[in-house]
């Protein structure tokens, strides 16, 4: 089983609509999780931290599952600017070299149709 | 502030030529990171620093090697390209939260290389 996985999409959803994207994880030692942000040719950004109790910032709600290893991520009322791929992303147990090494999913690519 | 610059942004190489790729951070960040991205792979660490004068490997180092001689650059080499190493580059930096919990990342615009 991969450390991160994610369904690759495409999500092609119309403008409006809820989409879920879901990541599962395979060390069930893993400490910290988010959700990251790609818009084609560019960097991934930081879109939320993904927290036990869940937790919502705007259109977005982000919730884990520890028992079942997985985190999810809703984009409500979607918008064109959603467009883009998301990565879920994994912080293994330290390694006691100094710094969390992340551990990326391969993404989802969302596209929101006017 | 700029964060996280990388040069180039793209370049062409032959089989067996070197290069280096530079990463600067003006956020004064401990760690630095370079990761690539493939198509159908998602991002994998190269090599990583956690401080000044300090590298290690991440889960795809070989043919690459590394240096941070100031806190601020973070350098990744390749000493003799292969088209297996044709990819998007990322760096990226962070600091430590002291929460015990992982440090976000910020990442750079990224050097797409192809090697012929």
């Known amino acids: 089983r991969k450390e991160v996985e994610q369904d690759p999409g495409p999500f092609n959803v119309p403008e409006g609509a809820t989409v879920a994207f879901n990541c599962t994880y395979s060390?069930?030692?893993?400490?910290?999780f988010f959700w990251y942000r790609q818009d084609c040719r560019k960097e991934p950004k930081l879109l939320m931290s993904?927290?036990?109790s869940g937790n919502e910032d705007g259109r977005f709600t982000a919730q884990l599952n520890r028992a079942s290893q997985y985190i999810s991520l809703l984009i409500r009322d979607s918008k064109l600017s959603d467009s883009a791929t998301y990565l879920c992303?994994?912080?293994?147990?330290?390694?006691?070299?100094?710094?969390?090494?992340?551990?990326f999913g391969k993404g989802t690519k969302l596209s929101v149709i006017p | 502030n700029a964060g996280v610059t990388q040069t180039p942004k793209f370049r062409v190489l032959k089989t067996g030529q070197s290069m280096t790729l530079l990463c600067a951070q003006d956020?004064?960040?401990?760690?630095m990171y370079w990761y690539r991205q493939d198509p159908g792979m998602g991002l994998r660490l190269i090599h990583y620093?956690?401080?000044?004068?300090?590298?290690a490997k991440g889960e795809v180092p070989d043919g690459y090697n590394v240096s941070r001689l100031k806190k601020q650059n973070f350098l990744l080499g390749l000493e003799s390209a292969a088209p297996s190493q044709t990819s998007v580059y990322f760096c990226?930096?962070?600091?430590?939260?002291?929460?015990?919990?992982?440090?976000?990342?910020?990442f750079g615009p990224g050097t797409r290389l192809l090697v012929l």
């Open positions: 620093s956690v401080g000044e004068g300090t590298t």
């Open positions: 956020m004064n960040h401990e760690y």
């Open positions: 990226a930096s962070s600091s430590p939260t002291g929460t015990g919990q992982g440090e976000t990342q910020y």
């Open positions: 993904v927290y036990s």
């Open positions: 060390n069930s030692a893993s400490q910290s």
């Open positions: 992303v994994v912080i293994l147990p330290y390694s006691g070299a100094g710094s969390y090494q992340l551990t």
